[in-house]
């Protein structure tokens, strides 16, 4: 399994893109894609979570732009320029998988 941690400008770039192995009630149609989470519709929030002395959460900013990440049976290389890659920790996991990195695109 792959996972894809996509970045876009905004929901919509988003939907444009979910559009393409959706049909009309959002059912994914490409049997490449498994699984989609959005981790935050405002964003994702930076790990680690930061806390005060008296256990409370601090104040948190969102890392800018919409963020999706999808589990599929391959790396899609039409989603390179969408792939965040490089070293991040990420508010969400599938609990499986490999996180697709700039290498795997060719």
């Known amino acids: 399994m792959k996972i894809h941690k996509l970045k876009f400008t905004d929901k919509a770039a988003w939907e444009a893109i979910k559009a ?10 490409d049997n490449r894609i498994i699984a989609i989470a ?6 994702i929030i930076p790990n680690p979570i930061q806390y005060d002395e ?11 732009g919409y963020h999706v990440d999808v589990m599929t049976t391959e790396v899609i290389q039409e989603w ?9 920790t990420w508010a969400h996991q599938f609990g499986m998988g490999e996180v697709v990195r700039e290498e795997d695109f060719v």
């Open 38 to 43: 959005i981790p935050f519709e405002t964003g």
């Open 20 to 29: 393409t192995f959706t049909d009309d009630e959002g059912i994914i149609t």
């Open 54 to 64: 008296e256990g409370n959460q601090l104040e948190q900013t969102f890392k800018e």
């Open 80 to 88: 390179k320029d969408y792939t965040i890659t490089g070293e991040h």
